[in-house]
């Protein structure tokens, strides 16, 4: 079951803040960010796991609430550069012949 | 960058006929994956590798096959192609589960 990112589409200026959450129906072992240019491929952030602790690098950032079943990324004070599509992606366990659930993912658009 | 290629990058194939898309990594990683990305849907997972001949189906595997003979590559067939297979697909590989996914480029296949 593909995990829900909120919201679908945002539009910010240049400066501002802005929340991204992805929720899972199951427990979550791991959950991943990733954003994609227009035409790109999509490209790692971050990854949290259970029990792991708030991540962040420069003004990303990222939560994981394992009893919400549930992360959100965090991207302060945004730059031009930001825009795109994000796509949490999760894991459930650590068994060898598990894989990554992405999201629909969430449009993000910075204006100057 | 990781290494991981796709080919073809671009194909247009009529509505009936095999096509065979390849994913071929020089990372050694265990984990190999197949994703198909259309509007509104995200990435969704067609079908994944985690080891040399171990596969198992995703999300959305009808229509589509796979095989991984060799560590470094990883063939998506579709046996038949319809228009609604047309779409971009994404191959992904990880070294371990739990960690950061690389992506190749993406395949933008259309069928007519």
């Known amino acids: 079951q593909q995990p829900v990112q909120s919201p679908q589409a945002v539009i910010l200026r240049e400066g501002e803040d802005a929340v991204i959450n992805c929720s899972s129906s199951?427990?979550?072992?791991?959950v991943h960010w990733y954003r994609q240019k227009h035409g790109e491929a999509p490209v790692f952030l971050m990854i949290?796991?259970?029990?792991?602790e708030q991540k962040g690098h420069e003004k990303i950032s990222a939560s994981f609430n394992e009893k919400k079943q549930q992360s959100s990324l965090y991207l302060t004070a945004s730059q031009l550069s930001y825009s795109g599509t994000y796509f949490c992606?999760?894991?459930?366990?650590?068994?060898?012949?598990?894989?990554?659930?992405f999201g629909k993912g969430t449009r993000l658009h910075i204006l100057p | 960058d990781a290494g991981i290629t796709q080919s073809p990058r671009h194909k247009v194939t009529e509505t009936g006929t095999p096509v065979t898309l390849r994913c071929h990594q020089t990372?050694?990683?265990?984990?190999m994956y197949w994703y198909r990305q259309d509007p509104g849907h995200g990435l969704r997972l067609i079908h994944y590798?985690?080891?040399?001949?171990?596969?198992d189906k995703g999300e959305v595997s009808d229509g589509y096959s796979v095989s991984r003979s060799k560590t470094e590559d990883f063939l998506l067939t579709l046996e038949s192609a319809t228009s609604s297979q047309t779409s971009v697909y994404f191959c992904?590989?990880?070294?371990?589960?739990?960690?950061?996914?690389?992506f190749g480029q993406g395949t933008r296949l259309t069928v007519v």
């Open positions: 992606g999760t894991e459930w366990s650590m068994n060898r012949d598990d894989k990554i659930i």
């Open positions: 949290l796991l259970k029990g792991g």
């Open positions: 990372e050694n990683h265990r984990y």
């Open positions: 199951k427990a979550l072992y791991s």
């Open positions: 992904a590989i990880t070294g371990a589960m739990n960690t950061e996914a690389f």
């Open positions: 590798s985690y080891g040399v001949k171990d596969t």
